[in-house]
């Protein structure tokens, strides 16, 4: 009896563990648990069908092959394990004039929008390699068109390979999530003349979600070394992206797209352009961008940030520090031609208007600061102590919705107003010498009353709009005055004639063109 309780355990603990390889080619569905699965021809999921593989398996291709995704494929690893595709053997993958040392993707197509999502989660993409016919030649290692139900968490794209876009991704039509996700070593382009646009992803027509990514060390031949947005409308968040290269937009590239939704506390680091923008080039786009660092990139010209053809970009609370570039003017902005009017407000900007290069610049640049940023060091882009871009930024931005956390997922508003940057500074500061860096606001006296009044310096002559905010940010007054010379002083009583029921700390915010000012004070 014994014996027989032995042999069942053996059997129920060697049952469920996985077996060693499986040769896969055809239509697939099902579970894939198994150590390792060697593809040897192109795989299908069928429409209608679902295909799980298992945390920890390996899928190894032994030639040019694709997985075709027609239906449903869910590929969810663990932390500890996961889920690798990749080439069996990579010897020629160097030579992008053939299809050796790589696979050949896997492919969104033909996927109907009716098909439920497909997800992968802890998975590793090696050594795509999208080369040949020349629809062949789009995504490395993933290809989607007119699918946008995949999301990707916690993945690696690394060391993938496109003949003409999206080294390691490309999407069409495609609104999908790359999330807490790392892009690495991916190259898009050739020795041709079809340029390569987004070494690391690329997305045409499409609104995705990139959010809490790491790009670092992809490289394109035409533009966007770590990604490239073309006719796309992305929500693009928390993303370090450091030391990618391409011709144009080294960093990033935004193309005829006309964004609405969030792009911000993004830090963009060390990376170069051939000619153009090292950090970040617009050509023909209306970004609007928020909370970034762009710091020691290089470009021939334009070594933080570019625009071209009527490129009407903006930027808010933003850092351009320590860029270079071949020419000494142009070291942190390019402006290419006098159509493309970008804006910069409440930035740090290095040297000012007078390191702008190209064309005359046109556009808005209102309260921006010329100082040092002070950062920490050591590669830490951290504000230290006394920076001019604490709580130098502004939240009130129009359309664009600011994130309530910073790059590191701290509280974006301490002290009570936005920092400038991509991390807002967590250490502790004397707030009332903070508030006296710049101060050309009193209310006398504070705690205030409606017999207080309100002394600010103005321009002769200059519109200013005045707002009055309480506990939460709700909006309780606002007046548009004409400015007289020197010091101006306004009578509480007309901001306050109607809201002696609020009670507590309020804000007073006061904006002309290109001046902030903002008090906090107690209304009793």
């Known amino acids: 009896m014994r014996k027989f309780y032995f042999l069942l355990l053996f059997f129920f603990l060697f049952s469920s563990a996985k077996s060693q390889n499986y040769y896969a080619c055809g239509e697939q569905a099902g579970v894939w648990n198994y150590d390792t699965v060697f593809v040897h021809c192109n795989v299908l999921i069928p429409a209608g069908s679902q295909l799980e593989i298992a945390p920890g398996t390996q899928v190894l291709f032994t030639g040019h092959y694709s997985m075709f995704v027609e239906g449903v494929l869910k590929a969810i690893g663990h932390a500890g394990d996961t889920i690798c595709f990749a080439s069996a053997d990579t010897t020629g993958f160097s030579n992008i004039h053939s299809t ?8 969104f197509e033909n996927t109907a929008e009716t098909s439920d999502s497909s997800l992968f989660a802890y998975c590793k993409f090696s050594y795509g390699k999208a080369v040949g016919d020349s629809l062949n030649c789009f995504g490395g290692a993933i290809r989607l068109r007119n699918f946008g139900k995949v999301s990707i968490r916690h993945s690696h794209i690394h060391h993938n390979y496109s003949f003409y876009w999206g080294g390691g991704l490309y999407a069409y039509k495609s609104n999908i999530l790359v999330e807490n996700s790392i892009v690495s070593g991916n190259y898009a382009g050739n020795d041709g003349m079809v340029y390569g646009y987004g070494g690391g992803l690329c997305f045409v027509s499409c609104d995705p979600v990139v959010k809490k990514n790491h790009f670092y060390g992809n490289s394109s031949t035409g533009v966007g070394g770590a990604a490239s947005f073309e006719y796309s409308k992305p929500i693009l968040l928390d993303c370090y992206v450091h030391d990618n290269y391409s011709t144009l937009g080294g960093g990033l590239c935004f193309l005829r797209s006309y964004p609405d939704q969030p792009i911000a506390n993004l830090l963009i680091i060390n990376n170069e352009a051939k000619f153009f923008g090292g950090g970040i080039a617009n050509l023909t786009a209306t970004t609007v961008m928020s909370n970034a660092t762009i710091a020691h990139n290089h470009a021939s010209m334009g070594g933080g940030y570019y625009c071209n053809d009527y490129a009407h970009a903006r930027l808010f609370n933003s850092i351009l520090w320590g860029n270079t570039s071949d020419s000494q003017t142009g070291t942190q902005v390019w402006i290419w031609d006098v159509y493309s009017k970008p804006g910069f407000y409440y930035c740090v900007v290095e040297g000012g208007l007078p390191f702008f290069g190209g064309s005359p610049f046109s556009g808005e640049y209102i309260g921006n600061i010329e100082n040092d940023p002070l950062f920490e060091g050591n590669g830490s882009y951290c504000l230290l102590p006394g920076s001019p871009a604490i709580n130098a930024g502004t939240s009130d931005i129009g359309f664009f919705n600011l994130p309530e956390t910073d790059f590191l997922g701290n509280n974006r508003l301490m002290y009570g107003s936005v920092d400038i940057g991509a991390i807002e500074y967590q250490g502790y500061t004397d707030i009332k010498t903070l508030e006296n860096q710049n101060k050309k606001i009193q209310i006398m006296p504070n705690p205030v ?24 940010g709700k909006l ?8 007289n010379v020197g010091v101006n002083q306004l009578a509480m009583n007309i901001l306050l004639s109607d809201v002696f029921s609020v009670k507590g700390l309020c804000l007073l915010t006061i904006w002309s063109e290109d001046e902030q000012f903002t008090e906090k004070f107690i209304l009793q």
Do not use: H
């Open 476 to 483: 309780i007054s606002e007046k548009l005055i004409t400015a």
């Open 449 to 472: 009353s409606e017999n207080s009044v309100i002394l600010f310096n103005a321009k002769s002559g200059g519109q200013y709009r005045i707002r009055l905010f309480a506990a939460g």
């Open 100 to 107: 050796l040392g790589g696979w050949n993707g896997i492919r």
